[in-house]
Each structure stands twice: as structure tokens, then as C-alpha cells.
């Protein structure tokens, strides 16, 4: 098995159910070579559709959060590469091959992500276009990591959601692994369940976290302007 898919999904309202089958679909669809693992971090609608689909299903009987299903789902995995995704975006044809570009390219690409994506885009592998160094941030709805370079578990204090991500950037880029972009748009939802779990609240405390994990604020150096190089 080439590729490792995982996927978490917390269902708690019946209209996200249809992003979730489109997801899905699109994945199965579109994808080679490959075994989608679903993680059902404590759903509390009927969710008994997500089993079937799975090739590799785990259950939560309670939510979690993003970072112990990405770590069940990686433990489960056993594809060369593993690829994460959010429950709510569409992928085009050789997708995963061409997510896999860039560490054909470069041995020191620790994670690879889309070029473009967005509520307005269409999926579609962007002919003709080079894989680019990324060195800030991009946020984890859809990323490859490859099992023979950096491949670590989440830190499981930034639960349920947010600077999970940042920080195994973070940590990915003090080895001097590269971040790099694939010529891959997606189409992405962005989030809608999640703001409805006490975003504000949750991203603030988990903010805090990072600072006293890192010593520094993360914000002006992943999205601002800030150097960081300089931190490193």
C-alpha cells in the first residue's frame, strides 16, 4: 500500500453529513493505490455510513480532538506516505501522486500540501507548474507526510483543534525538513463545524499553550512577516 488517507470526522449535525459522503466519494474516487482510514471522533449523530466506507475504521466513544485522530489514524496506517485530511474538501485525479512530487524532488521536503485551494476553486493537478518552497505555515485540511523523513505524533495538549498543526511545523523545521507545496488546488470547505465548538475560546488558550511550549508568540512569524528563520 502506497498511501495512507486518514480522515477524521466529528458528525453532531445531520446537514454536515452530505460534505462528509462528498468527501468521500471524491477520495475513492480519485485515489490509487491507497487505504482510507476513518476516525470517528465521537460522533453524536448516526454515523454507522463512516464504517462502511472506511477501509480502516476507528471509533471514539467521546471527541478527542484533531491530534489524538491524526495519531490513531498514523498508528493504524500502513502506507509509504500518509496523507491527512479534513472531512470537507474535494480532490482531483492523481492527487496523491502529484502531492508526492515534492519529495521526489528534494530529500530534505519534510511535508508536502496543496498549492491553491479554496471555497471557489476548482480540484485540478496544475499542469506545468513547479513544486515551490513554502518555509511559513499552511494550515492541516490537507498535508502528506512520507513514513522515511519526518514522521512524529501531534502533541496532544493542543486539543480539541488549532496550533496542533503549527507546532509539529514547528518541530519539522528544527530538524531542517522543508515545507513545500505540490501544483495541486483543492476545493475546501473551510471549517464549519469547527467554529461552532468555541473557536475563539479554544484557539486562545491553545495560543497560549504554544508560547509556553516555544517560548515565543507564533503569530508574527507563521502569519506575518516576521523572520523565522530567526527563531530557528
Not at 121 to 145: D, Q, W
Not at 189 to 209: F, M, Q, T, Y
Request: with cysteine; proline share 5%.
Amino acid at each position: 500500500m502506497k498511501y495512507s488517507i486518514i480522515m477524521p470526522v466529528f458528525l453532531r449535525e445531520d446537514a454536515h453529513r452530505q460534505v462528509v459522503l462528498d468527501t468521500i466519494e471524491s477520495v475513492k474516487k480519485n485515489s490509487v493505490d491507497s487505504e482510507l482510514l476513518v476516525v470517528d471522533d465521537g460522533s453524536t449523530v448516526l454515523s454507522g455510513f463512516l464504517k462502511d466506507s472506511a477501509d480502516i475504521y476507528i471509533k471514539h466513544e467521546k471527541n478527542k480532538g484533531i491530534a489524538p485522530s491524526w495519531n490513531d489514524g498514523m498508528d493504524a496506517s500502513s502506507g509509504e506516505y500518509v496523507v491527512i485530511i479534513n472531512d470537507d474538501i474535494l480532490v482531483p485525479g492523481h492527487w496523491l501522486e502529484t502531492l508526492t512530487e515534492p519529495f521526489y524532488e528534494r530529500m530534505d521536503c519534510g511535508v508536502s500540501a496543496p498549492m491553491v485551494s479554496g471555497f471557489n476553486e476548482t480540484p485540478l493537478v496544475l499542469m506545468g507548474r513547479p513544486c515551490v518552497e513554502n518555509y511559513k505555515f499552511y494550515p492541516g485540511y490537507c498535508f502528506m507526510l512520507s513514513r522515511d523523513r519526518f514522521f512524529e505524533h501531534f502533541d496532544e495538549q493542543f486539543v480539541p483543534f488549532n496550533f496542533d498543526d503549527t507546532d509539529y511545523w514547528m518541530r519539522l523545521k528544527k530538524k531542517k525538513y522543508k515545507m513545500m507545496r505540490a501544483p495541486l488546488s483543492i476545493w475546501h470547505k473551510e471549517g464549519d463545524v469547527i467554529h461552532k465548538l468555541a473557536h475563539e475560546r479554544v484557539n486562545s488558550e491553545n495560543h497560549k499553550k504554544f508560547i509556553k511550549k516555544w517560548g515565543f508568540d507564533p503569530q508574527p512569524y507563521f502569519y506575518g512577516s516576521e523572520n523565522l528563520e530567526d527563531i530557528l
